[in-house]
């Protein structure tokens, strides 16, 4: 009798991990590179939150600043390259002693099989280290309950413009 159900448990755990199985996929995006452009006349990103007032600006990293961002994605490290996709969302200056930020931004594709469908990153970027992780936990279309990472590389910096690299590994619906 007690083997019996054993089997049985068993095989309901078995039909439970194949449909799972059957029903989520996981993708690794090709690289795509976002754009910040915060001065000039290609502007990506601006601050709608100025920490200085609250703040002591003692700290060269802006913090407490909050921007909105509309950054293209592209193929490659160049920005006539062919376009993928948006950044869209914000991100906040969330350290006084790092440029750190909290990023809630969302990859909108516009481009290839994940046309219509978007990725939604959530976490810390680090953005002076030389590579980091940002969390995905959601998306949307191809996309749907993804769960997964951006692995992130500064390729440039400065104070007008940032060139970030994104290798994106996710599991997601099918």
Request: hydrophobic share 40%; net charge positive.
């Amino acid at each position: 009798m007690v083997a019996s159900v054993l089997k049985t448990q068993s095989f309901i755990i078995f039909l439970i991990l194949f449909f799972i199985t059957i029903i989520t996929s996981f993708s690794r995006l090709t690289v795509a590179y976002g754009y910040s452009e915060l001065f000039g006349k290609n502007i990506t990103g601006i601050r709608v939150v100025d920490g200085k007032p609250s703040t002591n600006r003692s700290s060269q990293f802006m913090f407490g600043d909050v921007y909105v961002i509309d950054d293209p994605l592209t193929i490659e490290p160049d920005i006539n390259s062919k376009t993928v996709g948006k950044a869209q969302g914000t991100y906040t200056v969330a350290s006084q002693g790092e440029l750190s930020l909290l990023m809630v931004t969302n990859f909108a594709f516009t481009e290839g099989k994940y046309n219509g469908s978007t990725l939604s990153v959530l976490g810390r970027n680090e953005v002076l280290s030389t590579a980091r992780e940002i969390p995905i936990v959601g998306g949307s279309g191809v996309f749907r309950f993804a769960r997964g990472y951006a692995q992130v590389r500064t390729q440039s910096i400065n104070q007008a413009r940032a060139i970030v690299e994104y290798n994106v590994f996710v599991f997601h619906y099918r």
